[in-house]
């Protein structure tokens, strides 16, 4: 019996199928699909021989947990017409339940992940490139939009799973006010807030440090405080594949 593959070699495997497939012009039938959706982040696969900025990030969210986060989503009132935002999509789960792909909108950094996602959901507009860039003059990126404004027009919902770590990449130095946010799905949170509607609302998971740790975290939470009311959270238990890192699920509205 031939050995089960590790899911950095089934990586690697869709890559390879993903470069032929755009090389030679073809779509992917609904079987191919499913395969090029057996992809996930690099997260915690570096003994497996993953390398570069994914390990320390891409962890994809469980299917299952992407259908819970819609849920409440739906319960708290986002309307089945509304514009929806994902600010690092990845191969798209967090789209998938949906009501409509095409008022969908993704960022993504791992062009493999964002491939992915265009194939898979028909309409969505993914960005392959860093979320900060929402934020920036297109189409070079290189000066900051007056008052944080965005090139995007307001959503009715943030939904995301969004990075972790240290707040430091490609744009970091183009905002300041991530020295003072600190971590990565904090400057998410915050900066997402300001992409939503009033009364629009933000469903994120992220790891339970953030609420569970009130001092350390109390100047973000004061921030957006100011942006959004507190709605709900949920704490899980480990849901990833790859860590054993406990999770929250927070929702927000935009005041």
Same mark, same amino acid.
């Given at each position: 019996m031939a050995a089960k593959l590790n899911q950095h070699a089934v990586n690697q495997q869709i890559e390879t199928f993903l470069h032929q497939m755009d090389r030679d012009g073809w779509q992917p039938s609904a079987e191919q699909k499913q395969f090029l959706l057996g992809y996930e982040g690099s997260g915690g696969l570096g003994s497996k021989g993953a390398t570069g900025e994914g390990l320390l990030h891409e962890y994809y969210t469980p299917a299952f947990v992407c259908e819970l986060m819609w849920e409440l989503a739906k319960h708290y009132g986002f309307p089945a017409t509304g514009r929806v935002l994902e600010p690092g999509c990845a191969t798209g789960r967090l789209i998938a339940p949906a009501p409509d792909f095409t008022r969908c909108t993704g960022f993504e950094i791992n062009p493999t992940s964002a491939r992915i996602a265009e194939l898979a959901y028909p309409g969505l507009k993914v960005h392959t490139n860093y979320f900060e860039t929402a934020f920036l003059q297109a189409p070079r990126y290189t000066q900051r939009l007056p008052k944080l404004g965005?090139? =995007?027009? $307001?959503?009715?919902?943030? &939904? @995301?799973?969004?990075?972790?770590?240290?707040?430091?990449?490609?744009?970091?130095?183009?905002?300041?006010? @991530?020295?003072? =946010?600190? *971590? &990565?799905? &904090?400057?998410? /949170?915050?900066?997402?807030?300001? =992409?939503?509607? $009033?009364?629009? =609302?933000?469903?994120? &998971? /992220?790891g339970s440090n953030f609420l569970r740790n009130g001092h350390s975290? *109390?100047?973000?939470?004061?921030?957006? @405080?100011?942006?959004?009311?507190?709605v709900d959270a949920y704490r899980l238990p480990s849901v990833f594949a790859s860590t054993a890192v406990p999770t929250d699920i927070f929702i927000l509205r935009r005041k």
């Open positions: 965005s090139w =995007l027009e $307001p959503f009715d919902l943030v &939904i @995301g799973n969004p990075p972790y770590g240290v707040y430091k990449n490609l744009y970091s130095s183009y905002f300041p006010e @991530g020295k003072r =946010l600190r *971590q &990565i799905d &904090i400057f998410f /949170t915050v900066m997402s807030l300001r =992409l939503l509607k $009033p009364g629009g =609302l933000l469903v994120f &998971i /992220t975290y *109390q100047a973000a939470k004061e921030e957006m @405080g100011q942006l959004a009311d507190f």
